[in-house]
């Protein structure tokens, strides 16, 4: 631009010059003349010339000025440098120009930022969801992916650019993006993960929108320990019916029995009363465990938590066990602490830990054979007390350690004869965990059980410590 002007200022020049010439030939009216003033003319002609470079260059570099800052603005705009400015010092059309490119870097500068904002907040917004979203472009190469979808995934790093088949080996996510991109509403489907990690995911996918989508969508829910707790209430609505339904069929076959006449037959009429009797108790208590259970759960029971000494709340326990344990030629044992207090006092609720005991006890005696020992001990840990029961039993299976608290659980099925309604055990977790302890197990086929409880410990000032 710069040099077209410079030389079309110069032609102008020139053109003068030599239109000057003509002129001045015309007028003197002969080539003698002409001719002796042509040396003089031709010098006189490039001395103008000359002397017009200077002022030709000065004024094309000065028309061209703001048409250079204007390139060099719009280049730097281009590049990114929003908060660059463009001098609006020239005046006309040329500062005008400069100040609407000053303005729509101002406005772009905003509208990117904004644009990173909502970016980043979207962003932490997706990274904080429980749900897993993954997003794929049409062939299947993935686009982006929260931390909860590459968990659920199991993708690493380099999953980003990657195919689904590359990033999870999962067949069957795969099927549901084919089948998202393949269909136009959303699909819903739920998948079991395969492997190391086994799950259940509910997944839903479906096309981003727009006439030409770029990809599809995917989030992903864990739902395992959603059909764990319907596994464990199909469960216990099977364990419930059962164990309800057996002394019904015994007090129904026992009251058909009395009306077909065994109730005009003294001999005959006490035992079945009897036994009406015995079940109609046995349902009481598992309709009571289930009520108790059921408050303890929802809260409902309020504990009043007071120190309880431990060494006159285990006496009192094993004194009444003490019959069912001589029934069965067994021996209940104590051992005190050797290095904490005798009288060392757990902060509970007095009931609540006699029926912890209670239920411990019973079941020691439950389960070990005639002539076995039971041996309670109770001392002080970190923080707090403890009470073990120990029995020498037949000893639990280790898989089915992690599911002897979940009511109506039996690690032996046969076990089932030895009566007692499955939530003695259940009832010990809820009622510890409302007292803010825990309980743990540890059992050893054919070498007997032990069961734990840990207690906060009383203070002096009657609180836990």
Not at 154 to 163: L, P, V
Not at 252 to 271: F, K, T, V, Y
Not at 451 to 465: D, H, Q, Y
Request: include cysteine; aromatic fraction near 6%; charge should be negative.
């Amino acid at each position: 631009m710069f040099w077209r002007l410079f030389f079309t200022y110069l032609a102008f020049v020139v053109a003068a010059v030599g239109l000057i010439g003509a002129i001045v030939l015309r007028r003197t009216g002969g080539e003698a003349i002409f001719l002796g003033l042509a040396g003089e003319v031709i010098a006189a002609a490039l001395g103008i010339v000359a002397l017009a470079i200077v002022p030709s260059y000065l004024l094309a570099r000065e028309l061209t000025r703001p048409l250079s800052e204007l390139a060099q603005g719009a280049d730097r705009l281009t590049e990114g440098d929003l908060g660059h400015r463009i001098p609006a010092d020239a005046g006309g059309e040329f500062a005008a120009l400069a100040r609407a490119l000053n303005d729509m870097g101002g406005r772009l500068a905003i509208t990117f930022d904004q644009i990173a904002r909502d970016r980043e907040q979207l962003r932490t917004i997706l990274s904080g969801m429980v749900e897993g979203v993954v997003a794929f472009d049409n062939d299947e190469r993935v686009l982006f992916a929260n931390d909860r979808g590459a968990a659920l995934l199991e993708f690493d790093e380099t999953a980003i650019g990657r195919k689904l088949w590359e990033a999870t080996r999962q067949r069957a996510v795969q099927e549901i993006a084919e089948k998202a991109l393949r269909e136009d509403g959303p699909c819903r489907q739920e998948l079991d993960w395969k492997g190391p990690g086994a799950k259940n995911l509910a997944v839903y996918a479906a096309r981003l929108p727009g006439p030409d989508s770029p990809g599809a969508v995917m989030v992903l829910h864990d739902i395992t320990e959603l059909r764990r707790l319907e596994r464990v209430r199909q469960d216990f609505v099977a364990n419930v019916s059962h164990e309800l339904k057996t002394p019904l069929a015994v007090i129904q076959s026992n009251i058909e029995a009395l009306q077909d006449g065994a109730a005009e037959d003294p001999a005959m009429r006490g035992p079945f009363l009897e036994r009406v009797k015995l079940e109609a108790d046995r349902l009481e208590e598992l309709i009571q465990d289930l009520l108790k259970l059921a408050k303890i759960e929802s809260g409902e029971q309020p504990l009043d938590l007071v120190p309880v000494p431990l060494d006159a709340a285990i006496a009192e326990c094993l004194g009444r066990q003490s019959t069912r344990a001589e029934a069965k030629s067994m021996r209940l044992f104590e051992v005190p602490p050797t290095d904490a207090p005798r009288d060392l006092a757990a902060f509970a609720d007095a009931d609540a830990i006699g029926h912890v005991l209670d239920n411990l006890v019973d079941n020691a005696i439950k389960y070990s054979p005639s002539g076995g020992k039971i041996t309670v001990r109770w001392g002080a840990v970190d923080g707090g007390v403890f009470v073990e029961v120990e029995d020498t039993g037949h000893g639990i299976a280790e898989a089915d350690l992690p599911r002897v608290f979940e009511r109506f659980y039996r690690a032996d099925r046969a076990r089932q004869r030895t009566g007692g309604t499955g939530l003695g055990l259940a009832i010990v977790k809820h009622l510890v965990q409302a007292m803010n302890g825990q309980v743990t197990v540890a059992s050893q086929l054919g070498a007997g059980s032990t069961f734990k409880i840990v207690l906060p410990r009383a203070g002096e000032s009657g609180t836990a410590r």
